[in-house]
Nanobody
Framework: QVQLVESGGGLVQAGGSLRLSCAASRTIFIIDTMGWYRQAPGEQRELVADITRDGSTNYANSVKGRFTVSRDNAKNTVYLQMNSLKPEDTAVYYC??????????????WGHGTQVTVSS
């Protein structure tokens, strides 16, 4: 129904910043809540942040005050601005989204992930 493509990952020093983007493919469905998850080696995938279509946000406690999630509904794109990065932020970051059509919600749909590595 919808494809998600992440970009913006890379290698950064501790204290640095990265901005991740996730673009959803064009669809007749409305893109509802979008979010970011991450998974470190040997760890379970965890929620980083999500955002509803009207802009309400949720953050993991570990990233509050450092990360900001935003979206552009016209572009079907969600962003994650990551500041003051720490080595423990190192993980594969995944975008996800739900879609809506005639009041029915579908999903979640997942991107393939982008690697974020923070060096000491």
């Amino acid at each position: 129904q919808v494809q998600l493509v992440e970009s913006g990952g890379g290698l950064v020093q501790a204290g640095g910043s990265l901005r991740l983007s996730c673009a959803a493919s064009r669809t007749i469905f409305i893109i509802d809540t979008m979010g970011w998850y991450r998974q470190a080696p040997g760890e379970q995938r965890e929620l980083v942040a999500d955002i509803t279509r009207d802009g309400s946000t949720n953050y993991a406690n570990s990233v509050k005050g450092r990360f900001t999630v935003s979206r552009d509904n016209a572009k079907n794109t969600v962003y994650l601005q990551m500041n003051s990065l720490k080595p423990e932020d190192t993980a594969v970051y995944y975008c996800n989204a739900f879609t809506k059509r005639y009041s029915l919600v579908y999903g979640p749909y997942w991107g393939h992930g982008t690697q974020v590595t923070v060096s000491s």
